[in-house]
């Protein structure tokens, strides 16, 4: 092979892990998805709780929300991997005066589709949703959802009132999926001017009506590659999918051995495949028996498997919401942290796991993605 031959020259894949903790921000980089080279911690003392990478543009902007006890929090990004931060001087999400709140929490920081670049989506405490078109620099307060009758209903989960999920259809632009801790799932159709729940076939055992419109407690939503209308659904307590755009939701619970869980995921490019960590109850919040598994669904929830090579057991420490991701390789790779601080990267969608940080702090949300340095 000649040192001209395009093979020589090709540039190494490199894919990036943003790991959001308690007290901080990691930042790592590989070329295997086994061995990282990590900076951090970023915002040290400052909790982390949501991350988006956004490569739309050519570059990679990583977006996250901080939150700090003294200035309370934000939306910051790098151009750089980490290397310099911005943050307007404003901030970048502000409760207009008329609406007599403050923002609490950033749960949720979500990129567009590709053909929508500068959009960027927020889910925030107090339960909210908010826009930007510049990249994640401002963001606007969507008001549809935030005078919807139904708010002054939604509550606050263990871990507080969270528009946890903000998920824009790829093949529609004005649908939009939110799902929110307590609340449920809600549906716009107009780009975000209106909204309705929908949670048919979700149940809610906490409540009086098992079965209502909306109140439940959704605790993550994903969807299908390729078809928009096919969504996942892991609650508290109820695993489900829907296949007609949320209108309706049926469980695929049966196979796992506990129906209580935090997160869901689904495959970058291959309908079917989905992902859950599953969690003993709501009462013993550890993994069953204390054996930290994924479990991985290849045909749609008919069936599940169990993926634990490479997990440290025992394991006593729970995987939360957006503490695990996927990123877009071939094959997928599969990534996950739990509260006791460990992190594990898989290469190839959950076979085997290696673990590449740990003893950080709790871990409360993590990406990854191939990226362009």
Known sequence: MTPNSTQSEAIPETF????????????????????????????????VPSIGIDTRNGGTRILVGTRSEHWGPTVVHSDDLGATWTEPEQGAIMFPPDTDAALERIWQIQPDAADRPGVVWAGCEPISVWESTDGGEHFELNRGLWNHPHRPE????????????????????????????????????????????????????????????????VHKIARDPNNADTMYAQNHHGVYRS??????????????????????????????????????????????NAQL?????????????????????PEYNVVLRDAAAV?????????LGTRGGSVYASADEGEHFVEVLKQLPDVLCVRAAAVVL
Not at 297 to 313: E, H, I, K, N, P
Not at 327 to 335: I, Q
């Open 154 to 217: 939604w509550g606050a989960g263990y871990g507080g009132a969270a528009a946890h999920t903000v998920l824009p259809s790829p093949a529609d632009p004005n649908t939009i999926h939110v799902a929110m801790s307590t609340g449920g799932v809600y549906r716009s159709t107009d780009a975000g001017e209106s909204w309705v729940a929908r949670n048919k076939g979700i149940s809610a055992p906490f409540m009086p009506e098992p079965l209502p419109e909306f109140g439940q407690c």
């Open 243 to 288: 296949d007609n755009n949320a209108d309706t939701w049926v469980s695929i619970a049966e196979g796992l051995p506990t129906d209580f869980g935090f997160t869901v995921l689904t495959h970058p490019r291959r309908s079917g495949t989905a992902w859950v960590v599953p969690i003993m109850s709501d009462d013993e919040r550890i993994p069953p």
């Open 327 to 335: 990123d877009t390789a071939e094959p997928a790779g599969l990534f």
């Open 293 to 313: 598994a994924v479990h991985r669904t290849d045909d749609g929830g008919a069936s599940w498997q169990r993926l634990a090579d490479g997990l440290v057991q």
């Open 16 to 47: 990036l892990l943003a790991v959001g903790t308690k007290k901080g921000l990691w930042l790592g980089t590989s070329t295997d998805r086994r061995n990282y080279e990590f900076t951090g911690p970023h915002f040290l003392m400052q909790e």
